[in-house]
Each structure stands twice: as C-alpha cells, then as structure tokens.
C-alpha cells in the first residue's frame, strides 16, 4: 500500500484528504497515476498538469515509489 495525498482541487473530485491505494511492488509515479485515473475517473482532467512528490520530494513520473511510502499529488498553482 501506498499513501496518496490530494491538495487543492485534487482532494474535492477524490472526495478526500488522503487513501490506501495497493502496491505490491515498487512502480513508476507514471504508472500508480494510470491506476487512480481508472479508480477516479474525474482526476483525469488534471493527472497531466499536476506536480508529484513522494516522501516530500518533488519528482518526475518516472520516479518509483515504494510500497509503504506516501505519494502527494499537487496541482498548479495560481494566482494574482
């Protein structure tokens, strides 16, 4: 199991904070996006514009996360 966190608009269209999500192994960030797209369906809009970083790292979606470790998905940010 992993740990995936939602911020801004991410946590409305996910209806949380945080889930459980399961990973038996470790996987590319590009791939555990694919399965939350297909487990929630209304990410998919913003799954290419989001920023990812696992254990408060920032990183790119070839990164592999491992089971245990926590994955935070973070919009764009914007403002004036």
Request: glycine share 8%; charged share 10%; proline share 11%.
């Amino acid at each position: 199991m992993i740990n995936v966190q939602f911020y801004g608009v991410l946590q409305e269209l996910a209806g949380a904070q945080t889930l459980s999500h399961p990973l038996e192994a470790p996987m590319p960030v590009a791939e555990v996006l694919e399965q939350l797209q297909a487990r929630l369906p209304a990410l998919a809009s913003h799954l290419p514009r989001l920023a990812c970083a696992v254990d408060d790292r920032i990183v790119p979606r070839s990164y592999t996360v491992a089971p245990g470790g926590t994955l935070a998905l973070l919009p764009p940010v914007s403002g004036g």
